[in-house]
């Protein structure tokens, strides 16, 4: 897909560039390595380098006039979207096996309803469901844990002031996934 492709619907607000795998940042960024692939940044053409995107999380984008632009900041094909969680919160279950997966998905699906489901592909069993919220913001919340023979994971429900990859390459290999295809 790419940035275009989110004009007129309820995402396109809310939707931001992030700095892809392998970007070469500007210099005196403080940006860590560990975090590229995973936060919104601005692309600078003339010096093929990408910054941070100051204030993002305040961004609201105005009938999809950046997109075209933010498209052509990436190779074809190569684009990866965020989505602010202000209005769209999320369930990010960072697990380890699928059956912790599946946990977290019947529960949310048991208390919140059904919705769509991003994955990372088959080899990983970290997913995130993305809800539609209307009326007070919630804020971000995150639950570690383990047990006996079970090594630490969490689970992170992303709100106000928080983002999420919907589209594009994962920082550890693989592509973003939606299990409906949506």
């Known amino acids: ?102 946990i977290v998905r019947d529960v949310a699906f048991r208390i919140l309803g059904p919705t769509i489901v991003r994955g990372r592909g088959e080899h990983s069993p970290r997913q995130l469901l993305l809800y539609r919220l209307e009326g007070e913001f919630i804020h971000k919340l995150r639950r570690d844990y383990a047990g006996p023979g079970v090594e630490k994971f969490g689970i992170d429900i992303l709100g106000k002031g928080q983002q999420c990859l919907i589209e594009g390459a994962h920082p550890k290999g693989g592509r973003y996934v939606w299990t409906d295809g949506k």
């Open 1 to 102: 897909m790419g940035f275009q492709e989110y004009k007129g619907t309820p995402f396109e607000p809310w939707i931001l560039p992030i700095i892809p795998v392998g970007a070469k940042l500007t210099e005196g960024s403080k940006i860590p390595e560990d975090k590229i692939g995973k936060i919104p940044g601005l692309y600078y053409p003339q010096s093929e380098r990408w910054s941070g995107l100051a204030r993002w999380s305040k961004q609201v984008t105005n009938g999809g006039k950046a997109f075209p632009v933010w498209d052509g900041w990436y190779p074809k094909d190569e684009q990866v979207v965020g989505l602010q969680t202000r209005n769209f919160p999320a369930i990010d279950a960072d697990v380890l096996e699928a059956w912790q997966a599946d």
